[in-house]
DNA sequence: TGAATTTAGTTGCAAATGATACTACCTTGC
DNA sequence: GCAAGGTAGTATCATTTGCAACTAAATTCA
């Protein structure tokens, strides 16, 4: 083995080693905590907004009221974290409940006029960090990055969904 | 406001409006979330290990003996979750810690014996769990990926530093 | 109908996390 | 060689998080 190929770390195992420092799951953790840490302390200090509360004001800022379930499903937050963020939101004025027609069991949640004014500083800024993010990706890069993070979504889920081999 | 253009959820504010289920961090964060969790609960259940625990392991694997301090750099970890799975890992004989030579505050950090087993155990676990999220990805698209994800982290770095502003 | 199951949302509690402060040691500059 | 300041690592405490249990309402289906 004096061939300086098999270097510590890794056994016969044949591929090619790991390294955390190229372990795409590490990649991308790193890249979405660095991405996020900026705003999530731009939006903590400004607005005295958890970056849970954020999403709930930016899906309802979409427009449409959603119950919890709906906004659990658009922001891919548990039901558990919802329901903290939208008590905070209401306790804050921001948001309002009202019962659903349909459902005695759920709330239509919207933002209500203080909700939707914080929302109305919030996006712009919001879309400015990403564009600073995004400075120098031209839009075939920006298209593409979008489409590879789409696909590895859709993996993940799919092996989420019958891999529990792993 | 009779006029049906202004929809509700973005003002004059010009641009595209915010939508959370493009927003790129949010993205990132719903992505490496996915990637990361069937992973996760995998090595909680098969080794007991934390997400942490794995990344010190991880790195050493790779062979070195590392400071805490160096561990905190090669995992991207801050010192206190270091400490603390540092302290995990030795009590359950995966590591081991030896006084520096050259400084009497640090330690070495090393693999044991059944350290090293357990990282041969988890070592091709984690590249197959690669492999299988990577599947349908051609050779190109991996480095595009790669090169994406990295320049996105330099751009985050860079606005962390300066643009306080944010 | 009406028992059994499922779902919406909340609460309580245990564990994880993060900021801060602390000890021990090192380094710098005088 | 020693005071002032910085760094390695740990401990402490408050906050956050996640799980499981719970209530109330809807749905299923015999």
Redesign the pocket.
Same mark, same amino acid.
């Given at each position: 083995m004096a061939d300086g190929t098999d270097r510590p770390g890794h056994g016969a195992g044949g591929g090619r080693p790991l390294r955390l420092s190229a372990y795409l799951p590490y990649r991308l953790s790193v890249a979405s905590n660095k991405a996020s840490s900026i705003i999530a302390r731009a939006y903590q200090a400004r607005f005295g907004l /958890?970056i849970?509360e954020w999403r709930v004001i930016a899906v309802l800022g979409e427009g449409a009221a959603l /119950?919890?379930?709906a906004i659990c499903e658009a922001t891919a937050m +548990?039901?558990? /974290?919802v %329901? &903290?963020a939208? &008590?905070a939101l209401d306790e804050r004025g921001l948001i309002a409940r009202t019962p659903s027609a349909t +459902?005695?069991?759920? %709330?239509d949640v919207a933002l209500t006029k203080e909700g939707r004014a914080v929302y109305q500083d919030i996006a712009p800024l919001a879309l400015d960090y990403e564009r600073a993010l995004l400075d120098g990706f031209s839009a075939d890069e920006r298209a593409r990055l979008s489409d590879l993070l789409e696909r590895l979504e859709a993996r993940a889920d799919a092996l989420n969904a019958d891999g529990d081999g792993f």
């Open positions: /958890t849970w /119950t919890a379930q +548990d039901k558990v /974290t %329901s &903290r939208i &008590r +459902d005695r069991r759920a %709330s």
